[in-house]
């Protein structure tokens, strides 16, 4: 297993060692011991969800402001561009994201640590997306970026407007978010 930590410390790429053949294809997708190990910290993760969505629908930018989630998401079928965005006041990197493609066939993962909005568009006819969290779903709790404010300047990888949400449609600007610490 590799992992890279990509240009804001803490959000991890994870890349699986891939086993296979004419056959097919064996992985092991999560291993408490080695994510610990690769996150240098003990992650407990209470929660598992799975989406399903078609081309351009675009999820996010999610996030809770209090019981914040960390999240090791991945795919497994189809393609998307996931985000991460940095909403830590006290961090150097606040208000800046970055963002992978995540697909069935490259088989990465993201962990994405609390303190941080995310979201993600489809690339692909639809895709199954899967997400680990530390902390259980808290409706009153959660918020929502909006996917296009011109502060973060997200560099979406397609044309046109996304299928969204009716409330990922009225999601807050960066400046007006309540954010962390």
């Not at 086993?19 to 929660?47: A, I, Y």
Request: charged share 25%; glycine share 8%.
């Amino acid at each position: 297993m590799k992992a890279t930590t990509l240009a804001i410390p803490g959000v991890i790429l994870i890349e699986p060692a891939v086993f296979g053949d004419e056959r097919g294809f064996f992985f092991e997708s999560f291993n408490q011991r080695r994510f610990d190990e690769l996150v240098g910290r003990p992650v407990t993760f209470v929660q598992d969800n799975h989406s399903r969505s078609a081309r351009h629908v675009l999820r996010g930018l999610h996030y809770q402001i209090r019981q914040p989630q960390g999240k090791l998401v991945r795919v497994v079928q189809g393609e998307v561009f996931d985000v991460a965005v940095d909403l830590r006041r006290s961090s150097p990197h606040f208000g800046q994201w970055v963002g992978v493609v995540l697909s069935a066939d490259n088989k990465h993962q993201l962990w994405i640590p609390e303190g941080f909005a995310h979201g993600f568009v489809v690339l692909s006819e639809r895709a199954e997306f899967l997400y680990k969290t530390t902390d259980y779903y808290a409706p009153d709790a959660e918020r929502c970026i909006l996917w296009n404010d011109k502060d973060l300047a997200i560099d979406w990888p397609f044309n046109g407007e996304p299928s969204l949400s009716a409330k990922d449609a009225r999601g807050a600007s960066f400046k007006a978010a309540e954010v962390f610490a």
